[in-house]
């Protein structure tokens, strides 16, 4: 296959995305498409828990919070090699099978016990982690411009780009799945491939989309700002920071929108925009906070801390990890935080701060962990493996 390069460029304003369908008609676009159901498009709930990991950053709010606590200590259950780096985070489904992108193009497939399931293999490297819908399929971009829908390991359409995607799919209860890209754009594409709107960003979009209480989509941009888009496609707001945002934002109960920035900073905003604290780190920060119920915010930095906020951004704690944490920490329900960092160790801690244990994956970790619906821990390593501990 011919290599696939990301430009910085935006594309002629004239190319708008089409989706491509296989084994299928398109759909009839004359009339509007009836009423989808959530247990189908959606994450396969119809109330507000979701004890699986459906999308990056646990649910639509990217809380990176899950309900469910482990009752024993965590050992390795089974690993899985790709065939390259492991940099996409895993989806969990609600039977329990992960998906995975791969730097060797694939999109994998793991049973609940490590067996393979199926692959599909786009035209690039897949740094995009994937959403996985309740009926199974499972949405997932690449560098090769393209957005996928697949459903047990069959194509059923994808939808072209203007350039490659690092942002990871949004998936919401209507079915809706909302996407950054460096084209410069964030997508709205509908469950059955149609596009509802392109919004345009001033700079590359790889911070993956989160959605608000009131329907606002916010997602971070190259050109050093949070943008908040109506759910019509219109501009709601710009919030700037001092670098290029990547890390992804996370709502709170409130609306309260917490996102870092590379310029070092943690921001919490009101969902207007306006800013309610600012807290730093003494580097960039490429990780996206995670949000305890009591309010505190958890965030990795490139400095080699985890570090711990309280509601109102008085520093809680800092954890010193043995390397920059690009890996966004998750949040189970007793409290313990799961994370990776670059020299390939992965880290528990508890709500204090103090290591519960950690093991070395390889020789680094840049994905985030996964925590899945019967107390499994999923994460992926430069090393090309996904790993489970349960």
Request: glycine content about 12%; charged content about 20%; overall charge negative.
């Given at each position: 296959m011919a290599s696939i390069a990301c430009s910085s460029t935006p594309p002629p304003a004239q190319v708008t995305p089409h989706a491509v369908y296989y084994g299928a008609p398109a759909p009839f676009s004359g009339a509007?498409?009836?009423?989808?159901?959530?247990?189908?498009?959606g994450t396969g709930m119809?109330?507000?828990?979701?004890?699986?990991?459906?999308?990056?950053?646990?649910?639509?709010?990217?809380?990176?919070?899950?309900?469910?606590?482990?009752?024993?200590?965590?050992?390795?259950?089974?690993?899985?090699?790709?065939?390259g780096e492991v940099w996409s985070s895993a989806a969990i489904g609600i039977d329990g099978t992960v998906y995975v992108g791969s730097l060797d193009k694939r999109l994998y497939a793991i049973g609940?016990?490590?067996?393979?399931?199926?692959?599909?293999?786009?035209?690039?490297p897949v740094w995009s982690s994937p959403a996985v819908a309740g009926d199974g399929t499972v949405?997932?971009?690449?560098?090769?411009?393209?957005?996928?829908?697949?459903?047990?390991?069959?194509?059923?359409?994808?939808?072209?780009?203007?350039?490659?995607?690092?942002?990871?799919?949004?998936?919401?209860?209507?079915?809706?799945?909302?996407?950054?890209?460096?084209?410069?754009k964030l997508h709205a594409v509908e469950h059955d491939g149609k596009l509802r709107f392109s919004f345009p960003a001033k700079g590359g979009i790889s911070s993956s989309p989160a959605l608000g209480p009131q329907g606002n989509i916010y997602v971070g941009s190259d050109d050093h700002s949070l943008l908040s888009i109506r759910a019509d496609g219109e501009a709601g707001g710009r919030f700037m920071t001092g670098g290029p945002v990547r890390s992804s934002p996370a709502i709170g109960p409130d609306g309260t929108v917490?996102?870092?920035?590379?310029?070092?900073?943690?921001?919490?905003l009101t969902p207007g925009g306006g800013i309610k604290?600012?807290?730093?780190?003494?580097?960039?920060?490429?990780?996206?906070?995670?949000?305890?119920?009591?309010?505190?915010?958890?965030?990795?930095?490139q400095d080699s801390n985890l570090y711990a906020f309280n509601a109102d951004g008085s520093p809680r704690w800092a954890f010193k990890a043995g390397g920059p944490v690009n890996s966004s920490p998750a949040l189970a329900a007793d409290g313990t935080i799961y994370f990776g960092a670059s020299?390939?160790?992965?880290?528990?801690?508890?709500?204090?701060?103090?290591?519960?244990?950690?093991?070395?994956?390889?020789?680094?970790?840049?994905?985030?962990?996964?925590?899945?619906?019967?107390?499994e821990i999923v994460i992926g390593s430069r090393d090309g493996t996904v790993y489970e501990f349960r």
């Open positions: 509007p498409s009836p009423s989808p159901d959530v247990r189908f498009v119809i109330g507000p828990e979701v004890p699986h990991w459906p999308m990056f950053r646990h649910d639509s709010s990217r809380t990176g919070r899950n309900g469910v606590a482990r009752t024993t200590p965590p050992g390795i259950k089974w690993t899985f090699a790709t065939r609940e016990n490590g067996e393979f399931k199926w692959a599909y293999e786009t035209f690039g949405y997932v971009a690449s560098i090769d411009h393209n957005l996928y829908a697949v459903r047990d390991g069959l194509l059923k359409w994808s939808i072209e780009l203007g350039n490659c995607a690092f942002s990871s799919p949004l998936l919401t209860r209507d079915g809706v799945v909302y996407l950054g890209s460096n084209d410069r917490y996102v870092g920035s590379e310029d070092g900073s943690l921001y919490a604290w600012r807290a730093g780190a003494t580097s960039a920060i490429h990780s996206s906070p995670a949000l305890g119920k009591d309010g505190a915010v958890f965030v990795g930095s020299d390939g160790t992965f880290y528990a801690v508890d709500a204090s701060g103090h290591e519960l244990w950690s093991q070395k994956l390889g020789p680094g970790i840049e994905a985030s962990p996964a925590l899945g619906p019967n107390g």
